[in-house]
């Protein structure tokens, strides 16, 4: 991936949660600060969750079958948009609010495969091209939620937030196979379905928002999405075969995790916003001489969300003999599989660096960071296919399980940084990333007919440390003279993992099958929240004005 693609995802999201308190912390109510008014904003965000659709078909023709297949994805994306909305503090500090936004969402679960097969078969050969795609992408969402929160400090804002959520998704399934044989004709099936439909949910989570000034603020969220499943209905046609059949694509309740960083301009009068922008309080903070002091030791936790697209490819040699009607004849068979998967997980871990700040307020730092992680991307099939053409009518039960798990996460990256205003700094990112990730192909398939009954078994496991590269940019703010908050994007590479698998089949002891997953690049972006506390002093004031 470009280095400009990846700055231009992290840069702008992050660069504006550069957050502050307001004046002086004060026992005696009424407080200083008031979140009283309306707020018109922007936010970006990365999320995803986990999707179990079911895929079924029945096909009729000179071999007519019946498959149920329910299967296990992950999905992960982006999104942003804005927001518009209005609160009301009370005077125990409790405030009340009501927000609708809108945002562009790239969330997709997917499972994209191109490949091809070629048999021998006792002197004649067949060749057999599959291409298959299955997704559901949001292209958009929005909410309309009620907010209660509470001001724990003044200009700093805790809260709770729910309501309905309504989203628009594009729905997919297609299949298309090619086989050739010698001597005989080509036969072409197609299974295609695609739709846009709108669900309508509910929305729930939590989030903090802090004043930088009177009218601008900063948040950091987290929202739980979820709406009802869909089916889509799947036609089967064939040329140059009698086969045709009909079947569909559903989904399960979808729920989708979203991590948003956001700012937000309030306002009592829309003349507000027409001010004149030298004179807002975003150019007055950058401006503004800091008061902190970044130099020293610190240390501090994390947690985040992460996730991107994989490209794993899946080659097989499959030798032995086929058994017919009771006699073995030799076969070999060869496949090629291209896929592209979605992975995505929740990340949680700590840091410990060095900052230097130098007179003209340039930061150079260095930082080491190590994470637990949930990143994952799965490809489960749990399938039952029938096929109830006498004289040997069959029953088949298939379990697949490939997955590329990411077990742990960890960084050690320079930073360079300049203060933006009083109290925060934003800096850039990169430098060397290592992890571990774990390979595993597995499971089985059974079936029985009136003549032989066949069973086999797949398995392959490995787990590996990789190490990669790393890029990307953050923010920090000062709460006091040891307390930190932050927020930062990463993306990572690292190098493509080999897992060689294989396959023993019972009732043909002479047929077995081997081969390996290659994963690709392992590409990751990573968007989390930190807490940071300085180990050395800080000359400031608590909360200073």
């Known amino acids: 991936m470009r280095l400009q693609t990846i700055l231009r995802h992290s840069i702008a999201p992050l660069a504006l949660l550069l957050v502050t308190t307001q004046a002086g912390a004060q026992t005696a109510p009424p407080p200083a600060f008031s979140w009283t008014g309306f707020y018109l904003g922007t936010n970006r965000g990365f999320g995803g969750g986990d999707l179990t659709p079911n895929l079924g078909n029945a096909t009729s023709g000179f071999i007519p079958t019946a498959v149920d297949t329910s299967l296990v994805w992950r999905m992960s994306g982006w999104s942003f948009g804005g927001q518009l909305g209005y609160n009301y503090q009370l005077a125990n500090r409790l405030v009340l609010g009501l927000e609708t936004d809108i945002q562009w969402s790239s969330v997709a679960a997917s499972s994209h495969d191109a490949g091809y097969s070629v048999l021998s078969l006792a002197g004649l050969s067949a060749g057999n091209q599959v291409n298959t795609v299955l997704s559901l992408n949001q292209n958009w969402f929005g909410t309309t939620r009620g907010r209660l929160g509470y001001a724990i400090l003044d200009g700093v804002l805790v809260y709770a937030t729910g309501g309905v959520a309504y989203s628009g998704f594009d729905l997919k399934s297609g299949n298309t196979t090619l086989t050739a044989a010698t001597g005989g004709a080509p036969i072409f099936m197609r299974t295609y379905g695609a739709s846009s439909p709108t669900a309508v949910g509910f929305v729930v989570g939590g989030g903090v928002e802090l004043a930088i000034s009177g009218n601008l603020s900063v948040q950091g969220e987290y929202i739980y999405q979820q709406y009802p499943g869909f089916t889509l209905p799947l036609p089967t046609i064939g040329f140059g075969t009698t086969t045709s059949g009909v079947g569909n694509f559903s989904t399960n309740a979808i729920g989708i995790h979203m991590l948003r960083f956001g700012v937000n301009q309030r306002f009592n009068d829309p003349q507000e916003l027409l001010s004149n922008p030298l004179n807002s309080p975003m150019i007055t ?261």
């Open 285 to 545: 903070g950058v401006l503004a001489r800091p008061v902190v002091d970044w130099s020293g030791f610190y240390i501090g936790v994390n947690g985040g969300y992460g996730g991107g697209v994989l490209e794993p490819q899946l080659t097989q040699l499959n030798s032995g003999s086929f058994p017919g009607i009771g006699l073995g004849v030799p076969e070999a068979v060869y496949t090629q599989d291209l896929a592209a998967w979605r992975h995505g997980g929740f990340l949680a871990g700590g840091q410990i660096g060095y900052n230097h700040q130098f007179q003209n307020n340039f930061i150079v730092g260095v930082e080491s960071d190590f994470d637990w992680s949930g990143v994952s991307a799965s490809n489960h099939l749990n399938s039952v296919s029938f096929a109830p053409s006498p004289p040997t009518p069959s029953l088949t039960s298939t379990l697949m399980r490939q997955s590329i798990d990411e077990d742990w996460f960890g960084s050690t990256r320079l930073r360079l940084g300049h203060t933006v205003y009083e109290r925060g700094f934003a800096y850039i990112t990169g430098g060397v990333v290592y992890s571990q990730y774990s390979l595993a192909n597995s499971g089985g398939s059974a079936t029985a007919t009136s003549v032989f009954p066949f069973a086999s078994v797949t398995q392959g496991r490995t787990s590996a440390a990789q190490i990669g590269w790393g890029v990307g940019a953050g923010c920090e703010h000062a709460l006091n003279d040891h307390w930190r908050v932050r927020a930062d994007y990463l993306y990572s590479e690292v190098p493509a993992l080999n897992l060689p698998f294989a396959t023993v089949t019972a009732g043909l002891p002479t047929s077995a099958t081997f081969g390996q997953i290659n994963s690709g690049t392992i590409g990751t972006h990573r968007l989390r929240f930190g807490l940071d506390y300085a180990l050395g002093p800080a000359p400031m004031t608590l909360f200073a004005p």
